[in-house]
């Protein structure tokens, strides 16, 4: 007997009834091409929309569009998306992605039925994350950053989104599942950039270092460091003061490689000028001298950026040189990202647009440039009060 507001279908065919909290609820089960059946639900605001989605559902179920089984785990599902579109990543990105999954995710939530997760088993999960390399025994064993908890959560919600598109599940347990973060208080020691006073005193040091300049070049220009150290001269026009910003030089498995850049805006041509032109044309100077130097032992190669012998400099290799100067400058390490995010800052400080400011540093929203690199100084948020005094507001607006 079918109770009270629902309507109930033939066998196999589904079902739509009435919640208490006054939605409506769709259920079918799916026959699926491996013999399993699969049971599916859902809700909608009316019964009309209910029944809609319990027709897509069934219409999906017989183009053979629900591949993943109930037998289908986390790990057999996340490799084989993966692999799908490695190639169409950045080499760098797509290390880093590799890297999630087989050192954070299969070993944690691998053996799981992708059917099965919750929400909740995913805040759990993202709970329990820590630190896996041993060769840094200083933090492993220690609670995952915020950041990479971030990393790992948006991989898994963009893999179940595809998985739900596709229809191969009906909906993503990411999608309401959220990492619990530290929340630290933005004080000036967390900041992610130096201050105006921190970047001037870096730059003066590592200006009169060699390989140095590569950072002020960074600090002035605020690109990635992968495209400074890929920068072909090429690429690079003096006379009008322009790169083009094609590639980067990335570090994989103790082997370099250039690759494209990080997004599709990245690709870009920048105008330089002041110490940031000098820079360029003072290196172009400098090779056949290093060339002579070096002597026998000169390599060379078309990079802008080289060590002694004339080969591109290895990202990997930036950041012993890059605490030595901070330590010279006084001012605190905090990689060598600090110089991007310093750019961006300054420049957001003294009053430039972040959608320029965006464009500029090639990122793909000009939100994701506020919301992740834009710092606020403390000297910003001084005196940051309204006065409605009689002295000094008057009450009158312009008409």
């Known amino acids: 007997m079918t109770g009270r507001g629902q309507t109930k279908r033939g066998n196999g065919n589904g079902s739509v009834r009435k919640l208490p909290s006054g939605k409506w609820q769709w259920r079918a089960s799916i026959r699926l091409h491996s013999g399993e059946t699969l049971r599916v639900a859902g809700t909608a605001p009316t019964k009309t929309a209910a029944e809609a989605a319990l027709r897509e559902a069934q219409t999906d179920a017989s183009r053979g569009q629900f591949t993943v089984t109930q037998k289908t785990t986390v790990a057999e599902f996340l490799l084989n998306w993966h692999a799908l579109r490695a190639d169409t990543l950045a080499a760098k990105y797509n290390q880093s992605q ?16 992708i059917s099965s997760l919750t929400p909740r088993d995913l805040e759990v999960f993202y709970a329990s994350l820590v630190h896996q390399d041993e060769r840094r025994p200083d933090t492993f064993g220690q609670p995952l950053g915020d950041s990479m908890k971030r990393q790992v959560h948006n991989l898994l919600h963009l893999a179940f989104n595809d998985a739900v598109r596709h229809g191969e599940l009906l909906r993503n347990p990411a999608d309401t599942a959220r990492p619990r973060y530290t929340r630290k208080a933005a ?4 900041l992610k950039a130096w201050t105006p006073d921190e970047a001037r005193r870096f730059y003066e040091v590592a200006r009169g270092d060699r390989r140095g300049v590569a950072f002020c070049f960074m600090l002035s220009t605020g690109m990635r460091m992968g495209e400074v150290l890929g920068l072909r001269w090429e690429n690079v026009d003096l006379e009008s003061g322009t790169i083009h910003i094609k590639e980067a030089l990335v570090s994989l498995n103790g082997h370099l490689h250039r690759t494209t850049p990080k997004t599709a805006r990245s690709k870009r041509t920048l105008e330089v000028s002041g110490d ?15 060339k002579e130097a070096a002597g026998e032992r000169y390599i060379g190669s078309d990079a802008v950026f080289t060590s002694e012998v004339g080969t591109p400099i290895r990202p990997d290799n930036t950041y012993s040189l890059m605490k030595r100067l901070c330590q010279a400058a006084g001012v605190p390490y905090k990689g060598t990202h600090v110089l991007r995010h310093s750019f961006i800052s300054i420049q957001g400080q003294q009053g430039l647009p972040v959608e320029v400011i965006s464009a500029h540093v090639g990122h793909a929203r000009a939100s994701f440039t506020q919301d992740h690199y834009r710092s606020v100084f403390a000297h ?4 940051l009060t309204l006065d409605f005094t009689a002295q000094a507001w008057s009450g009158e607006t312009d008409s």
């Open 380 to 383: 910003e948020r001084k005196g």
């Open 187 to 190: 004080q000036e020691d967390d």
């Open 98 to 113: 590799t890297s999630l999954i087989k050192k954070h995710i299969i070993p944690g939530i691998g053996k799981r039925t």
């Open 276 to 290: 940031a032109l000098k820079i360029l044309r003072e290196r172009r100077e400098q090779l056949p001298l290093e």
